[in-house]
């Protein structure tokens, strides 16, 4: 079953990725390079819905939640 996870960061929007696990969504975070030397994970929010997000720049440039993998910034399609 896969979750779709919010990464907080110290600083920019922060990322989104839906996952198997936090751990693999930490993983696929990495694989992209993400987050940068500069900028921290701050909290994690599990089950995160669309609604919850800045609705005029993260959402219209979000990749679709339901497919595995980082939706924004959008790597998953």
Do not use: C
């Not at 989104?16 to 936090?22: D, I, K, P, R, Y």
């Not at 929010?45 to 609604?51: D, E, R, S």
């Not at 440039?61 to 339901?66: K, L, Q, R």
């Amino acid at each position: 079953m896969l979750t779709v996870f919010w990464f907080n960061t110290s600083s920019g929007l922060g990322f989104g990725v839906t996952a198997e696990s936090q751990v693999a969504a930490e993983d696929l975070l990495r694989k992209y390079g993400y987050p940068s030397r500069d900028v921290e994970i701050t909290s994690v929010v599990a089950g995160v819905k669309f609604a919850d997000l800045d609705q005029k720049h993260i959402v219209p440039n979000a990749g679709p939640i339901i497919v595995k993998g980082i939706w924004y910034p959008r790597h998953n399609v």
